[in-house]
T-cell receptor, first 114, second 115 residues
């Protein structure tokens, strides 16, 4: 069965420094992978998605993620954090069975310090 | 843009009450989902539907049921609300068509408190 593990529940960075949010997945097939972001009191928004094309995926707001099959990882990065990046981030994998349901990680809360 | 609308943003109910959470999407999507979100647990799938009158259990269906009488509307029902069902409930939709990546489009959520 598929699963995702977000390795950090909280990450704190200073504004202008790099962001790394870690995600490992487990799947018996070739999944699609996503990162979603949820700002306080807002709905979930798609940040980026990997669908077996290029392994380095660029998303909105300067975020990117690299799919590494050998490491079963899909870490999210950004070169320089902005205060507006403070939010909760979810790593997500497609489920097997073709019904397009998604399995979510437990989330990483990103704090950005001035 | 896809719009997924959840009719109630905040609800307060008593233990034992029957609760209906309504969700409507306007993009003609075949798939609709109900998740609940709890701190430290991420989103957990309750039920989903891939066609009118069709439904499948997710990971935590106990205590819930669903109804999909029309393609655009997917309802979550708590037959007898309990305090452990206090949570944020998120509805989502997607298209399973050729070329679809499975991206979900979410509503803003319904925060339910059961007293």
């Amino acid at each position: 069965a598929q699963s995702v593990t977000q390795l950090d529940s909280h990450v704190s960075v200073s504004e202008g420094t790099p962001v790394l949010l870690r995600c490992n997945y487990s799947s018996s097939y070739s999944p699609s992978l996503f990162w979603y972001v949820q700002h306080p009191n807002k709905g979930l928004q798609l940040l980026l998605k990997y669908t077996s094309a290029a392994t380095l995926v660029k998303g909105i707001n300067g975020f990117e993620a690299e799919f590494k099959k050998s490491e079963t990882s899909f870490h999210l990065t950004k070169p320089s954090a902005h205060m507006s990046d403070a939010a909760e981030y979810f790593c997500v994998v497609t489920r097997e069975g073709g019904r397009r349901a998604l399995t979510f990680g437990s989330g990483t809360r990103l704090q950005v310090q001035p | 843009d896809v719009k997924v609308t959840q009719s109630s943003r905040y609800l307060v109910k008593r233990t034992g009450e029957k609760v209906f959470l309504e969700c409507v999407q306007d993009m003609d999507h075949e798939n609709m989902f109900w998740y609940r979100q709890d701190p430290g647990l991420g989103l957990r799938l309750i039920y989903f539907s891939y066609d009118v009158k069709m439904k499948e259990k997710g990971d935590i269906p106990e205590g819930y049921s669903v109804s999909r009488e029309k393609k655009e509307r997917f309802s979550l029902i708590l037959e007898s609300a309990s305090t452990n069902q206090t949570s944020m409930y998120l509805c989502a939709s997607s298209s399973p068509g050729a070329g679809s990546t499975g991206e979900l489009f979410f509503g803003e959520g319904s925060r339910l408190t059961v007293l």
